[in-house]
């Protein structure tokens, strides 16, 4: 069964410091790969995906995301954090006319 | 990327009554989705509305507890029956784009967030 492991719960980082956070999955098949935002009180907004060919994706708000098949991780990355950035994060992994199975969410808090 | 909306956008109900929460997309589309997240946690799925068939639900949920309508492309109703405070979570509805040869990826509404006192 697939599966999504995000091992921080929480990650604190200086406005302007750069950021990753880890997703690590399990899927039978080529995995589609998906990371979502959501801040407090909204909804999901979907950041970025992977279906295939680059194994780095660019999304928005100038987040980014590798691909990495050898580690199965898709972890996503901003070079500059934003105060705004300030919400938590969900990895998620599916396919076409399949749910999605998201990870356990990592809060991501910004100190200026 | 489809535009959802929902209502109610919150609601606090007594234990033992029904909520319907309702589902409205801005395109037609042929997949639709309702997931759980419960305080602090993670979301997870529901069951799978397709319009014209039966909605397919995920296991430890039932259709008793949570009876879906999906009578066209753009319209859905997830109903919470019976509740409990246990049922306290956001609901959220999401829609897949793409057709036949989408990609999995699903866009979501603001959510219904329900209290059960």
């Known amino acids: 069964a697939q599966s999504v492991t995000q091992p921080d719960i929480h990650i604190t980082v200086s406005e302007g410091a750069s950021l990753e956070l880890r997703c690590n999955y399990s899927?039978?098949?080529?995995?589609?790969l998906f990371w979502y935002v959501q801040s407090p009180g909204q909804g999901l907004q979907l950041l970025l995906k992977y279906f295939s060919g680059d194994t780095l994706v660019q999304g928005i708000k100038g987040f980014e995301a590798e691909f990495k098949r050898s580690q199965s991780s898709f972890n996503l990355r901003k070079p500059s954090v934003h105060w705004s950035d300030a919400a938590e994060y969900f990895c998620?992994?599916?396919?076409?006319?399949?749910?999605?199975?998201f990870g356990a969410g990592t809060i991501l808090r910004v100190k200026s | 990327s489809a535009v959802i909306s929902q209502k109610p956008s919150r609601d606090i109900c007594q234990r033992g009554t029904s909520l319907t929460i309702q589902c409205q997309v801005d395109s037609q589309v042929t997949m639709m989705f309702w997931y759980r997240q419960q305080p602090g946690q993670s979301l997870t799925l529901i069951a799978t509305a397709n319009q014209g068939s039966e909605a397919t639900y995920e296991s430890g949920f039932v259709i008793d507890k949570f009876p879906i309508s999906r009578p066209n492309l753009t319209f859905s109703t997830l109903t919470v029956s019976n509740m409990s405070p246990e049922d306290s979570s956001i609901y959220l509805c999401?829609?897949?784009?793409?057709?036949?040869?989408?990609?999995?990826?699903?866009?979501f509404g603001p959510g219904t967030r329900l209290t059960v006192t």
């Open positions: 999401s829609v897949e784009e793409g057709g036949t040869g989408g990609s999995g990826e699903q866009y």
């Open positions: 899927y039978g098949a080529t995995p589609y």
């Open positions: 998620a992994v599916g396919a076409h006319g399949n749910k999605l199975v």
